[in-house]
């Protein structure tokens, strides 16, 4: 549908409140526990999709940001040894749970539950994987068109994925349950069968978590975290998907203006902090331009 002025100016303040709130903000201090049960139990009805065998001794939760650069080092260069080590052997179950900052968060989570359970976390991974090449576009909504193609997305996929208004405010829920109840104030932040870290963590960090809490017989050594993977700007490998229709929503929503977010390579492992948002004002946009 058209998209009226009126609409793109409420668009672009909630992007702004999105981005800029709750700026400043630290970390809480690691180690805090909370109820697992509570943990278990998002706001919001937006569906955890879980990795590895449910009945796992170890949950691990993350709270990400698909524009963090701290959430994207550690999607490329510790998850792959973590789930080959922890998740695909059955000690680890793994869930990744959204964390909006702004709009393009927004969009890229959106796309991966249009998506269907079995590339959700393809998707996602696909965008952390190529994020310095449409978070930093001045036409955000077209680079990020661009990538969803070669994951199997239409234009008009594309568009559909972004008019789930349910999930849209789901998602908010989530995100104000995660600071009210989690003390979540950055991304990326893990919680360990309830034990809150904060930051990015290294692979040798989160096995001295998880060793202790396994059952003896599936102790092992800890591993190595291999070198930083190289992302380039252009010929990245895709999987292809087939969208799924039935997880966009049809409620109309406006396009939100592109956000501008500068980034920096995270000179260690040990030390992120991207600020949490505050609750935005209501926003009735889930689009981006």
Not at 147 to 159: I, N
Not at 236 to 259: K, L, Q, R
Request: with cysteine; hydrophobic share 40%.
């Amino acid at each position: 549908m058209p998209i009226s002025r009126r609409a793109t100016l409420m668009m672009m303040s909630a992007a702004t409140a999105l981005s800029l709130s709750g700026a400043g903000l630290a970390f809480g201090a690691d180690g805090e526990r909370f109820d697992v049960a509570k943990l278990m139990a998002p706001a919001g009805n937006v569906p955890d999709h879980v990795l590895g065998d449910p009945n796992a001794p170890v949950t691990l939760i993350e709270y990400a940001s698909p524009t963090c650069p701290h959430c994207a080092a550690f999607s490329n260069d510790v998850f792959p040894v973590l789930k080959s080590t922890y998740i695909d052997t059955g000690k680890v179950k793994f869930i990744l749970r959204p964390f909006l900052r702004n709009i393009l968060d927004a969009v890229v989570f959106m796309l991966a539950e249009a998506a269907g359970p079995d590339n959700y976390h393809n998707i996602i991974s696909t965008y952390f994987k190529t994020q310095n090449t449409w978070e930093l576009s001045d036409k955000p909504k077209d680079a990020m068109l661009q990538v969803a193609t070669q994951l199997g997305f239409t234009p008009e996929s594309f568009d559909k994925a972004l008019t789930n208004q349910d999930l849209f405010n789901g998602m908010e829920a989530m995100r104000d349950q995660a600071v009210n109840d989690f003390k979540v104030e950055g991304t990326p932040t893990f919680y360990i069968n309830g034990k809150q870290l904060t930051g990015e963590q290294s692979l040798e960090q989160l096995a001295a978590e998880i060793e202790p809490l396994l059952p003896e017989s599936m102790r092992g050594t800890a591993p190595v975290t291999p070198a930083p993977t190289v992302t380039t700007t252009g010929g990245e490998t895709f999987t292809p998907v087939t969208p799924n229709s039935a997880a966009a929503g049809t409620t109309t929503t406006s396009a939100p203006a592109a956000t501008t977010t500068t980034t920096t390579a995270p000179a260690a492992t040990t030390t992120t902090t991207t600020a949490a948002p505050a609750t935005p004002a209501a926003t009735t946009t889930t689009t981006a331009q």
